[in-house]
């Protein structure tokens, strides 16, 4: 079935410093993917998507590529903050034609950013 | 106001009881789901309802059960609760008529199963 494998954390970094966050998916056909966010105490938000090969969703810095050859989604910033500090979900829904499934999630990288 | 939106947001009860954990949702969607989450396990899906009429098990339904009420209100029970039970819950909306498939979360329930 469907899956999804990110980098296991914790990801301890200094402010400023660069972030990549590794996404490997396993699907048949071309899913959409997403990076959601979860800061201390909250539910998860939704960070960023994109729906197709080559697609680069981006928000608030973040920018992670759909890359089909490789079947990555890869979660990058050039310059972390402390308020940066969160776990983060790569996750992805069905192909189309199958939407009757509910996401599919990693399960996680947390990332810590030091003054 | 949240859109999401989940009762109690923390929970502290004894092995055997039984507890109901509430979702509202204020978005519209028909799509409603439990996940827990455990530290280092990630989301684990426990049930899922597309609409009124049509719940789902997911991954790890044992030990629970759901009714969903309206299309706007989802519950999560746990009949008789156990230690291992212990976790934060969380439910989701979505609604993918509108073309774009991600969830929609809510805040979080922290139940504590002594």
């Known amino acids: 079935g469907d899956s999804v494998t990110q980098m296991e954390g914790p990801v301890t970094l200094s402010e400023e410093a660069f972030l990549t966050i590794n996404c490997t998916y396993t699907?048949?056909?071309?899913?959409?993917l997403f990076w959601y966010v979860q800061y201390p105490g909250e539910g998860l938000q939704l960070l960023l998507k994109a729906t197709k090969a080559d697609d680069k969703g981006s928000n608030k810095g973040f920018e992670a590529t759909y890359r089909k050859e490789t079947t990555s989604f890869h979660l990058e910033k050039g310059s972390v903050q402390v308020s940066d500090s969160a776990v983060y979900f790569c996750a992805l829904s069905a192909p189309r034609g199958q939407r009757n499934t509910p996401l599919v999630f990693g399960k996680g990288t947390r990332l810590s950013v030091i003054a | 106001d949240a859109d999401v939106t989940q009762t109690p947001r923390n929970r502290i009860t004894k092995t055997g009881k039984r507890i109901m954990l509430e979702c509202s949702q204020t978005k519209g969607h028909d799509r409603m789901y439990w996940y827990r989450q455990d530290p280092g396990l990630g989301l684990r899906l426990i049930y899922y309802s597309f609409d009124v009429k049509d719940i789902n098990k997911g991954e790890i339904s044992d030990g629970y059960s759901v009714s969903r009420q309206a299309q706007a209100k989802f519950s999560l029970s746990l009949e008789s609760a156990i230690p291992n039970q212990t976790a934060l819950y969380f439910c989701?909306?979505?609604?993918?008529?509108?073309?774009?498939?991600?969830?929609?979360f809510g805040p979080g329930t922290r139940l504590t199963v002594t």
């Open positions: 699907a048949t056909g071309y899913p959409s």
């Open positions: 989701a909306t979505s609604d993918p008529s509108v073309g774009s498939y991600e969830q929609y």
